[in-house]
Each structure stands twice: as structure tokens, then as C-alpha cells.
T-cell receptor
Framework: QKEVEQNSGPLSVPEGAIASLNCTYS??????FFWYRQYSGKSPELIMF????GDKEDGRFTAQLNKASQYVSLLIRDSQPSDSATYLCASLYNFNKFYFGSGTKLNVKP | KAGVTQTPRYLIKTRGQQVTLSCSPISGHRSVSWYQQTPGQGLQFLFEYFSETQRNKGNFPGRFSGRQFSNSRSEMNVSTLELGDSALYLC????????????FGPGTRLTVL
């Protein structure tokens, strides 16, 4: 079993809709969780991180963490075609090891 | 401020050969982590260096090794290459700790024939 699991997609949403990306993790010792965006042929770039239960908002992005369910999600409001990319979820274990999911491919259709 | 740089960007090797990849972190960053990215396995942590010492290591065989120099530049070496080593190798730098925001370099695309 992988440490971090994501649905590979693709997830297709129309422009202006809310895109919901989900990830589960297996180790309860994980402290923080990160969402990265990776455009095709490019390297990952950090969107946001979360370490407390609940929601964290940054512009059009909202990260949600539920430690009891070991579940992390990323909501993208007012999705734009430029949001089309692969989204990687990562957990930080023991403050020193990152585990990445395989990523969910998001397509935002104009 | 310049970003993370990796050289070479592309590399083609044959089975059994060895390869050395280089990473220069953002100026002032002292932590360098290496990752392997493949379509099947996703992004997998190889190791992390801080102040010339390997601080953390992922679950890769001993053929994968690395080092860090006093100027924080890092190299990664893979010996006795196998077909399965074909991947994008990404380097990420952070200020002090792995938990700091990591900035990724453009990667080195290694193809093993």
C-alpha cells in the first residue's frame, strides 16, 4: 500500500466550476500535507500546505484536512483552463520525509 | 534570485553504465532533496542532504548515492544502470529543513537503453 493515494483521473470540469481533488494517507504519524501543481513537462510547484484539521483558504484554493479520516482535499473555485495540470498530494512524515501521491490530472474545459 | 538548476537536462545511457547528476540549490538554501519521478510510481524520495551530510534516505538500493559540497551543491550518482532507472530525476532545495517550502529544479530526464 502506498503512503499517499490519489485517483489518477483525469478529472474534467467546465470553466468556472469547482474542481475537487482528493487524497488519502495511511500513516497517522504524518504531520503536514502539501498540494503541488505540475504542468506537463515542468517541475512541481507548491500551491499550499495544511497541518491543522479543517479548512485553509488561499485565493481560489481551499485545502481541507481530516486527520480522523486520514483525508486531504483541494478545492479550486472558478476553475480556469490554466489550472489544467497534474496535482500532487504529499505528506510529511516525522518532519523529514515527504511521500507523494501519483497525482490527479485535472482538465478544465473552456 | 536564481532558481534551482540541474545539469544535464537530458541524458541517454546504456545498461551497466553509471551516471552523475548535478543540482545547484537556490542561493542560501542548505537542504537539497532528490526525487525520482516515473509514470508508474509517481514522485519517490531518494535522499536529502544538509550541511554535506545525508540527513534522510528513501527506499532505494545502494546503487543510488549522493553527496553535498560545502557550497550546498549536490550530486547524485547511479551505478550499474538498469532499464527501470529511466525516469525524471528532480532536485528540490529548501532553506533549512525538509519541512520548509521546497523549490524544485527542472529535472534531469535519464533514459537507459
Amino acid at each position: 500500500q502506498k503512503e499517499v493515494e490519489q485517483n489518477s483521473g483525469p478529472l474534467s470540469v467546465p470553466e468556472g466550476a469547482i474542481a475537487s481533488l482528493n487524497c488519502t494517507y495511511s500513516d497517522r504519524g504524518s504531520q503536514s500535507f502539501f498540494w503541488y501543481r505540475q504542468y506537463s513537462g515542468k517541475s512541481p510547484e507548491l500551491i499550499m500546505f495544511i497541518y491543522s484539521n479543517g479548512d485553509k483558504e488561499d485565493g481560489r484554493f481551499t485545502a481541507q484536512l481530516n486527520k480522523a479520516s486520514q483525508y486531504v482535499s483541494l478545492l479550486i473555485r472558478d476553475s480556469q483552463p490554466s489550472d489544467s495540470a497534474t496535482y500532487l498530494c504529499a505528506s510529511l512524515y516525522n518532519f523529514n520525509k515527504f511521500y507523494f501521491g501519483s497525482g490527479t490530472k485535472l482538465n478544465v474545459k473552456p | 534570485k536564481a532558481g534551482v538548476t540541474q545539469t544535464p537536462r537530458y541524458l541517454i545511457k546504456t545498461r551497466g553504465q553509471q551516471v552523475t547528476l548535478s543540482c545547484s540549490p537556490i542561493s542560501g538554501h542548505r537542504s537539497v532533496s532528490w526525487y525520482q519521478q516515473t509514470p508508474g510510481q509517481g514522485l519517490q524520495f531518494l535522499f536529502e542532504y544538509f550541511s554535506e551530510t545525508q540527513r534522510n534516505k528513501g527506499n532505494f538500493p545502494g546503487r543510488f548515492s549522493g553527496r553535498q559540497f560545502s557550497n550546498s551543491r549536490s550530486e547524485m550518482n547511479v551505478s550499474t544502470l538498469e532499464l527501470g532507472d529511466s525516469a525524471l530525476y528532480l532536485c528540490a532545495s529548501s532553506l533549512e529543513w525538509t519541512s520548509d517550502e521546497q523549490f524544485f529544479g527542472p529535472g534531469t530526464r535519464l533514459t537507459v537503453l
